[in-house]
């Protein structure tokens, strides 16, 4: 019986869980020559069924560059598919971000046919150079709050686990 509360208790916990942040990285190689790759973090707001409207990016570029948020009029989506795999949807599935030092903009984004690219634009819209990603990869941080709630509710089923009586029944 305690376990069945306590494993209840955990699976309610659970459904308090929302993504509004998830981890990046990517890595590719640019066409005429070059390597590119970034990391850093997306901060999102839920559009509900399974998608998400980034609100923010930081991180940074082949460890020198600092990413410093969303470029201007920037509508990017995240869009959680089946299977929980990730792919970017909307505007050719770009999600853009300025960079500290770089007058234009950067994106990553899924080109049909040709698989998630990485595309430089210059402060025109001009693109300046294009990278094919080898590797894309977005996962879900949980919240703080989220880790607070899976503590606690340990820290519950500990403390029942201790409190109610076991009853072991001994059969002849």
Same mark, same amino acid.
């Not at 981890?23 to 997306?42: E, H």
């Given at each position: 019986?305690?376990?069945?509360?306590?494993l209840?208790?955990?699976?309610?916990?659970?459904?308090?869980?929302?993504?509004d942040?998830?981890?990046?990285s990517?890595?590719?190689?640019?066409? %005429?020559?070059?390597?590119v790759?970034?990391?850093?973090?997306l901060?999102?707001?839920?559009?509900?069924?399974?998608?998400?409207?980034?609100?923010?990016?930081?991180?940074?570029?082949?460890?020198?560059?600092?990413?410093?948020?969303?470029?201007? %009029?920037?509508l990017?989506?995240?869009y959680?598919?089946a299977? %929980?795999?990730?792919? /970017?949807?909307t505007?050719?599935?770009?999600?853009e971000?300025?960079?500290?030092?770089?007058?234009?903009?950067?994106?990553?984004e899924?080109?049909?046919?040709?698989?998630?690219a990485?595309?430089?634009?210059?402060?025109?819209g001009?693109p300046?150079?294009?990278?094919?990603?080898?590797?894309?990869?977005?996962?879900?941080?949980?919240?703080?709050?989220t880790?607070l709630?899976? /503590?606690?509710?340990?820290?519950?089923?500990?403390? /029942?686990?201790?409190?109610?009586?076991?009853? /072991?029944?001994?059969?002849?």
């Amino acid at each position: 019986m305690r376990y069945q509360l306590g494993l209840s208790l955990l699976l309610l916990g659970a459904s308090a869980l929302h993504a509004d942040q998830f981890n990046f990285s990517y890595s590719g190689t640019i066409l %005429g020559g070059g390597k590119v790759s970034a990391a850093g973090t997306l901060t999102a707001k839920n559009m509900g069924g399974g998608v998400y409207q980034v609100t923010n990016i930081s991180g940074t570029r082949n460890n020198t560059q600092t990413i410093t948020g969303l470029a201007p %009029g920037d509508l990017s989506y995240l869009y959680t598919g089946a299977g %929980g795999l990730f792919g /970017l949807t909307t505007k050719g599935g770009m999600v853009e971000f300025g960079l500290k030092g770089v007058s234009g903009y950067d994106s990553f984004e899924y080109l049909s046919g040709v698989g998630y690219a990485e595309t430089m634009f210059n402060s025109h819209g001009v693109p300046t150079s294009t990278a094919t990603l080898k590797s894309l990869k977005i996962t879900a941080m949980p919240e703080p709050s989220t880790l607070l709630i899976f /503590l606690t509710l340990g820290v519950l089923v500990w403390a /029942l686990g201790r409190k109610l009586p076991i009853r /072991l029944v001994r059969k002849p």
